[in-house]
């Protein structure tokens, strides 16, 4: 019996030569929010089957909800919830019948069924959508009926992939506070996104390249790790032509253009904002320069960076 | 109870699916009425009304008794008296089915006691029906010759005489024994169809994953989907064949028990044929046409339906033991047509129920459980 919620021990899946899942290892506490980042093929929908018992793994092991994912799969199963990345609810169904179906596949009946399918509805807010087709529904509300769907036995676990792909950025927030709700009340979730800005709501993220776990830690963390120094965002027009020349600034660790902006990434302490001022007014026009925070963007683009520049190497 | 609750869970959708879109409902209700009316009406071997043509060289009275004898019911009817030169360019032109001919001399030889004959020149083309031809006009020459013999003072009744007593279907109507094989042909097509889709269509539609990741076992998928579909099937059955003995006057002379349980035990084999193709087969396409293949050649050919069974090649007759049909057709010919209750047909109830539950059994076993 294990604390942790989640636990991954070199975990592997490899298809033929492709190696999918790297031997990766990490370890999800309780009613945490754990975000699995990465690009699309890099792995994260093969680690969430396996940690599922969809999958089975090529080597390592894993402990989902205290149960040893290759030997009780049933017991895991019966303690997760999954949404797949593929919206895979019956369509032709009504949504309340998608509700009570996937309810007494968990086993439940009777009282408990109904009362379970009530707080489903309540909690995600499908009252009015109930009697209508799952076709008809608009792709927030699917995403949320299937949300409810994989939370029907109350389980301890959800594991969610990329849940709000092609939905809408109204919907995409109603789905990230239903996801917060869920875990203050003790629910641990286990998320992919390759939206940063959800990320962001992770209270620990793991990023994946080519099936291998690179990093992991807190967002602000990996923002410290990975983006060090301070960040100067200089702002006007016709600056792009200044980039190579900042680069040959002292303290200067990067210099990449961000819109029509430039940001200009300088060594903690070596940060001078009259040098820039002075290098892009040569070059165009300088409206403003200001201090900005790394976002979890800049992290995925140094880990990727990194990635690649080991493999030159 | 929580493996029954679950395996409810499947029934239930599965039957809202089936609400949802009733067109498996026609598949399972309607079509084999339809084909069953189809195949009752079209399909016969009861010949009637065959044109035959007389060259008649003898002209005398006997030959025209003959003749009178062979049109007196609707077997044949009179085509015509054609020259003997004619007789072959009738049954090359398809014009008549067979011609007699009734020999010069015939009533002279029948007067002196003397064997006459007949010739008969039957078109061959068509297998059965100058089988049918050749045995109706000999039974008649026969009983000609009977009724002459005792007519005449002079001679002995014959030998020996068989009475023959065709039991269970005493007029030899067709349609009494082919309504069983139908009835198992068309349904046997309809339930390989009602299920050889529904594993396929889950994984198309990746409901199969979300599946997966909930506590349900194979089995409990297996049985969860057969169970509706089985009460589907057994009503088709009995659907069909009340049609049968309505429209056809198919007789009902068994045990209703032995006919409900031998209903139930075939239709649940052929789902379960059809899952195992739906397991295996992955897409919808594919399933579709091996689910056709799989359950119409063999319950039209090696069935009994329409080929006897003793008459095929031995390799055939094995075959045929592992088709449902075969057991279908013999036991429906048995409760419909012989009377016959559990207590003869218990052999074929067993055969049947091992075809279940080997299909049960095999499709659960090769139920791939992970995905990708």
Known sequence: ?313 | MRVLRRIWALSAKEVRHVMRDPRSLYLALGMPVVMLLLFGFGVSFDLERLPIAFVDLDQSASSRELRQRYTANDDFIDAGSIALEDAERALVAGEVMAVVVIEEGFERHLRRGEQASIQLLIDGSDNNGATQTRGKAEAMGRVFGFSLAQRSVASAPPPIQTRQWMRFNPEGRSAVFLVPGIAAYVLAMVAVMLTALTVSREWERGSMAQLFSTPVGRLEIVLGKLLPYVVLGTLAVLLVLAVGMWVFDVPFRGSSVALIVLSFLFIAGMLGQGLLISVVARNQMVATQAAALSSMLPSMLLSGFIFPIENMPMVLQYVSRIIPARYFVEGLRGVLLRGNGLGELWPQAAALLAFTLVMIVVSTARFRRSIA
């Open chain 1, 1 to 313: 019996m294990t604390e942790h919620a989640i636990e991954s021990r070199a975990l592997r899946k490899q298809f033929g030569d492709f190696v999918a899942v790297d031997d990766v290892s990490f370890h999800v506490e309780k009613g945490e929010i754990f975000g699995y980042l990465g690009a699309n093929g890099a792995g994260k929908s093969t680690t969430i089957r396996m940690l599922c018992g969809l999958l089975e793994p090529s080597g390592g092991s894993a402990t989902v909800a205290g149960h040893e994912v290759g030997r009780e799969p049933m017991r895991v199963k019966a303690s997760i919830g999954y949404m797949s990345q593929k919206f895979s609810l019956y369509r032709d169904l009504v949504a309340e019948h998608n509700l009570e179906f996937f309810g007494g596949i968990y086993g439940l009946s009777g009282k408990r069924l109904r009362s379970a399918i009530e707080a489903a509805v309540e909690r995600t807010g499908l009252q009015p959508y109930r009697e209508a087709l799952t076709s008809s529904l608009p792709g927030g509300i699917r995403q949320r009926l299937a949300l409810a769907c994989a939370l029907m036995h109350g389980p301890e676990i959800v594991f969610l992939d990329e849940p709000t792909a092609g939905v809408d950025p109204a919907s995409r927030r109603d789905f990230w506070r239903l996801i917060r709700e869920l875990a203050q009340a003790g629910t641990t979730v286990f998320v992919t996104t390759h939206y940063m800005d959800e990320a962001e709501y992770c209270a620990r993220i793991g990023l994946m390249v080519d099936g291998q776990l690179v990093a992991l830690d807190t967002p602000r963390a990996l923002k410290r790790d990975w983006v060090p120094g301070v960040t100067l965002s200089v702002g006007g027009r016709d600056l792009h032509r200044g980039i190579e020349p900042a680069l040959a600034l002292p303290g200067v660790i990067a210099a990449e253009p961000f819109g029509a902006a430039v940001r200009v990434r300088f060594e903690e302490g070596r940060e001078d904002e009259a040098a820039l001022r002075r290098l892009f007014g040569e070059v165009g026009r300088v409206d403003r320069v200001e201090r900005v925070d790394a976002s979890l963007e800049d992290v995925f683009l140094a880990v990727v960076g990194a990635g690649a520049k080991d493999e030159a190497a």
